[in-house]
Every structure is written in C-alpha cells, then in structure tokens.
C-alpha cells in the first residue's frame, strides 16, 4: 500500500507517495483538478490519501476524490511539524510539507476522515459563523453610535445592552429624527439604521438556528441551560458523533479534561488550555447557567466545592461532566447515528 500525502493551496498542490516503511517513492505538482488522480492510480491499486486537515482549503479536493471512490484521511497539521524536524531535508517546502503530512499518516491509524452527514452539520456551522459576525459587525457599529450620542449630547443616556432591542433602536431613530440635520446626526442615524437591520438579521438567524436544531437534536435542547445558539455550536464543532469513541475523546477535543502533570510523588493535574476553544465556550455557558438555575448542578458545584475546589476549579469538573452528557445526547439521536 503506498500513501499519498498532499499539501493543497488555493491554486495548486503538491502530492507525495511514500510506501509502508515512509520511504518516499513519487512526487506530483500541479493544478487543484483531477490530473493529480490519473497520476496516482499510475503508481498502485492500493492507496490512501492523506490530506492535510485545512478544510477551507482541501474541500474541493476531498469533493474531486470522493467522487471518483478514492480512500482519504485528514491529518491535523500539529501531526506534521514531528515529522518535518525528523526528516533529513532542513527548511520547509511544499514537497517537504507534503512528505511530512504522507508519514504522519502512516504513524497514526485512526485519523479523521470525511464521513456521512457531514454537509447538514457544514451548513450549520455556515449560519453559526454567519452569526457570529453579524453579532461583532453590530458591536462595532453600537459603539460607535454611542460615541456620536455623546458628541451630540451628554445627557442622552442609553441603558447597557438596550442597542440590541428594537424598541429602543426605534426610540432612538425618532429622537434624531426631530434634531437639525447636520453631519454628525446624519451618521447617528445611518448608525441607528445599520443597527435595526443587524438586529432583525440575527432575530432570523436565532430562529432557524432554533428550527434547525430542533430538527436534528431535539434532545439536546431539553438540556437545562442549553438553548439554540449553545445546541447549535455543540452540533458544528464536535460535527459527527461517531468520530469520538468515548466521551473522553471528545472533553479532550473540547478542552475539557484536564491534563497530567505529575512527577515522582507528586501526583496533580492542570488545566488544560488547548481544544477546540469554541465547543469549550458553549460547554462553559452550559455549565455557568446551569450553577445557577439548576439544583442538580448547583448541589455537585457545593459537594466540589466543599472537597477544598475553587469556584472555578469546580465549574471545570462540571463541564467535563457535561462534555460526557454531551456525548450520550448525541449517540441517542436518530439522525446523527
């Protein structure tokens, strides 16, 4: 069996073919099309690709050789640097890079790979994105907007969060609608205006995200402290379930479990800071409302607490526990199995 590691760029990739032991064996450049594939099967029958994991990047390519039923793994690039310092060509290029990515393939047997259910859950995260940005965009121009109230006078006060309702944006619009129309209320009110579209766009956005989780995990809507926005960035992140064998490999994924950090008679642990640090944020907004509004979470947070934890320390163990309630979730939902 020969693995072919490919290093993709916006207009053109590098492949390298290594054979079971990583000796390197072909190497092809060219365009992001299908010549690279009538190279490949020039070489040998059996094969595997492996693609560096830069989706925004790689997804064409991963779409030209599913199609064509070619076997494709994705390599995350963390993988690859080990390799590019084992190897004896010094620098960095894209045969190197390629080299690399084809041997840490070979090195780790259980890499992600493209897997059915894929687009639903893409589509998702292309509104969650979609989201976010509208919700940065209109933090921009909100501050913005209260610098100018201020210039045109100290005395018009607007209460902390009242931007993001339309009642108060409507309010507004209508008291700098009666003020002489000078530069500067003109671009208070194209501000207010930007405002009420952002607004109505997130409002639209908020309930398909809802519509669309209610479909797909209906169940993990019934978890206390987790709404739509939450449901929806758990979906997208941790993507397909059946990727985590256990609930471990996900709160590792997550960022949630803590890491080992012991010598000699000292056995302790510390926080870990890498993961996936968007699933981690949802799983700490889960875990956040749920020490306040829900018994259940409040009683473990006092019994963690009462062991000699800080507030903090006990709200990780309690994400870890969700990150486990996470897992069993989604292994029970029908369209996600």
């Known amino acids: 069996m020969i693995v072919i590691g490919v290093d993709v760029h916006k207009h053109s990739l590098t492949a390298a073919a290594v054979d079971e032991l990583g000796r390197a064996y072909a190497e092809w450049s060219g365009p992001v099309d299908g010549e690279v594939v009538a190279w490949a099967r020039a070489l040998g029958e059996e094969r595997l690709w492996a693609v560096e994991d830069c989706r925004h990047v790689t997804r064409s390519l991963e779409r030209t050789l599913l ?139 908020d309930r398909e995200l809802h519509a669309r989780t209610a479909t797909l995990a209906p169940r993990l809507l019934q978890l206390p402290g987790c709404g739509a926005l939450s449901a929806a960035k758990l979906l997208c992140e941790i993507g397909p379930i059946e990727r985590f064998r256990t609930d471990a490999q996900l709160a590792r994924h997550a960022g949630v479990a803590p890491l080992d950090a012991s010598s000699g008679k000292h056995q302790r642990h510390r926080l870990d800071r890498g993961g996936n640090r968007q699933l981690n944020c949802a799983l700490h907004r889960i875990a956040i409302t749920q020490g306040r509004v829900h018994p259940p979470a409040r009683a473990y947070l006092e019994r963690k607490q009462n062991e000699g934890k800080t507030r903090r320390e006990a709200i990780r163990c309690l994400k870890r526990q969700l990150a486990r309630t996470v897992y069993t979730t989604l292994n029970t939902e029908p369209l996600l199995t």
């Open 67 to 205: 199609a064509v039923g070619e076997r494709l793994v994705r390599v995350p690039p963390r993988l690859t640097a080990p390799q590019r310092r084992r190897g004896r060509v010094r620098g960095k290029s894209d045969s190197i890079d390629a080299l690399a990515v084809a041997r840490a393939a070979l090195q780790e047997p259980d890499l992600d790979r493209p897997r059915a259910g894929v687009e639903t859950l893409r589509e998702l995260k292309l509104l969650v994105d979609h989201r976010d940005d509208l919700v940065e965009e209109r933090r921009r121009c909100q501050q913005r907007l209260r610098w100018h109230l201020h210039e045109l006078d100290p005395t018009l006060t607007v209460p902390l969060g009242a931007l993001d309702r339309a009642v108060w944006i409507d309010r507004l619009g209508r008291q700098l609608a009666r003020r002489e129309q000078a530069t500067q209320v003109r671009i208070a009110r194209d501000l207010v205006g930007r405002c009420r579209t952002l607004t109505r766009s997130i409002g639209e956005l």
